[in-house]
């Protein structure tokens, strides 16, 4: 039996072709739940038992509840069975193998692009649960988690790397506060600009402030908030799209600092 996020993906998948194919011609008619479910079906090719007809519709009921789908065609058909793809569903089918929306395709893209730490990989899947539940305060704060792992991640690497080389380290890269880490971390790699590869510099100087920035105001905000929806679905979404290339970098980063950084 497939995983629920299998079924997810393969509904996702449904959706967006038959979605395609009535943009292009308006005479195909709508979206409807009886020809997605049962494409799905021919698709899974599996004996339906009632636990895998379940499943099914948990995970098509969920595409509801989350707002990536919504009952009605038209106000000519505004009712079940036919649906229609949200705004918010769109942006998630705009970058289905990689959005947060599509859980089992973001993990496996983040699986295959990083090397990502047990403990950030724990966070950032909390945080997929999380924004698939539509609790993005939660959401923000789960990957910000995530984010700050990779940080103290590199933090660790270069304390290492600069103790077994005899180089002063900067009170803030050894200093508890994950800002005045990032100050830190800035400052050793800036002052050895002409020792880091080009490109890689390049991606940090432009990049690095940028993501860390971003995913932190927005955790910020939900741990400290100073209104009553201090998150919003768009400032969760571009964390968690961010999150993959912060990890990358990270990755490069300590590459980097373990096998070519020098005195």
């Not at 595409?63 to 569903?89: E, K, V």
Request: overall charge neutral; some cysteine; aromatic content about 8%.
């Amino acid at each position: 039996m497939a995983e629920l996020p299998d079924i997810r993906t393969k509904l996702l998948e449904i959706i967006s072709k038959m979605d395609a194919s009535i943009r292009r011609d308006s005479s195909s008619g709508l979206l409807q739940q009886g020809a997605i479910l049962q494409e799905l079906n021919q698709q899974l090719g599996w004996s339906q038992s009632l636990e895998m007809q379940q499943a099914i519709l948990t995970c098509w009921y969920d595409l509801f509840r989350n707002g990536t789908l919504s009952w009605g065609g038209n106000l000519s058909n505004s009712d079940p069975p036919f649906c229609h793809i949200t705004a918010q569903g769109r942006k998630i089918l705009e970058n289905l193998s990689r959005d947060p929306g599509n859980p089992d395709g973001y993990m496996a893209f983040l699986l295959k692009n990083t090397a990502i730490n047990s403990i950030a990989q724990s966070y950032i899947k909390e945080a997929l649960k999380t924004y698939n539940t539509t609790c993005y305060k939660a959401s923000a704060v789960m990957v910000g988690a995530a984010s700050e792992s990779l940080v103290l991640a590199v933090q660790s690497s270069l304390i290492k790397k600069m103790d077994s080389l005899g180089i002063t380290k900067p009170r803030d890269l050894e200093d508890w506060r994950i800002k005045r880490i990032l100050t830190g971390i800035e400052t050793v790699i800036k002052q050895r600009k002409q020792a880091v590869p080009v490109s890689l510099f390049e991606s940090f100087e432009a990049y690095w402030p940028a993501f860390t920035h971003q995913i932190r105001t927005a955790r910020n905000d939900s741990g400290h908030p100073s209104s009553i929806s201090p998150v919003t679905s768009d400032n969760v979404h571009a964390s968690m799209l961010i999150f993959p290339e912060l990890a990358k970098l990270s990755d490069n980063l300590i590459k980097w600092i373990e096998n070519d950084m020098s005195s």
